[in-house]
């Protein structure tokens, strides 16, 4: 098996999280609010998943191809796992250009996310 | 054993979370950050802590006691637990006032998960 046959060969862009919620702050959350954004928070509750989105995100052009994420000190099949799950979670989007899986972080889902942690006026 | 006595009674505050990261798109983390990053996030992504936890969070003058918050559709052990999550993830604090324990969310965590999500111009 090739090198790149290896890799994750997803051409198809995943269904993006919907922004779902008002901030932490703001009210409790109903049982369906927290599920989706728990979903969220729980992508990003890995180290690995971290460092590889983190990697992604600051990637010149706001881009990167595997070949150039994969330096986390784990197997190759463990960073496709974990982009996979990056990807089930709306944070990633994924294109397969000629050799290579390109990934490129979920705009709406980080402008979500940073909406969840605004931080409300505290209610007297 | 009286329902006072089913509470978690954790008289101390909880050692935050130091604020660790850059913004997610700024750079790479480095394993330690997206150790320390990775404990928030996982807190968080789990729905019945996240439902918890924007209940405390959004209760009057930003601190709730138990009573006021076990309504999230499982028992009170199980409440109890992931508050205690909550706090060794260094999201909550609690203090013992009279008969009950209250829960008030840390403002610096919260702030610094903000940061994180500060979304960093995409490199050219």
Request: aromatic share 4%; net charge negative.
């Amino acid at each position: 098996m090739s090198n790149t046959e290896a890799l994750p060969l997803i051409e198809s862009e995943s269904d993006a999280v919907v922004p779902c919620c008002p901030p932490l702050t703001e009210r409790p959350f109903s049982a369906e609010e927290a599920e989706t954004a728990a979903r969220m928070f729980k992508a990003l509750g890995d180290p690995v998943r971290l460092r590889l989105f983190t990697a992604v995100a600051s990637h010149e052009g706001g881009e990167a191809c595997v070949c150039d994420i994969s330096d986390v000190g784990v197997s190759q099949p463990t960073v496709s796992h974990h982009l996979k799950k990056l990807r089930e979670a709306g944070l990633l989007t994924s294109e397969r250009r000629g050799t290579w899986v390109y990934y490129r972080v979920e705009p709406s889902v980080l402008a979500a996310m940073g909406k969840l942690l605004t931080i409300a006026p505290v209610a007297a």
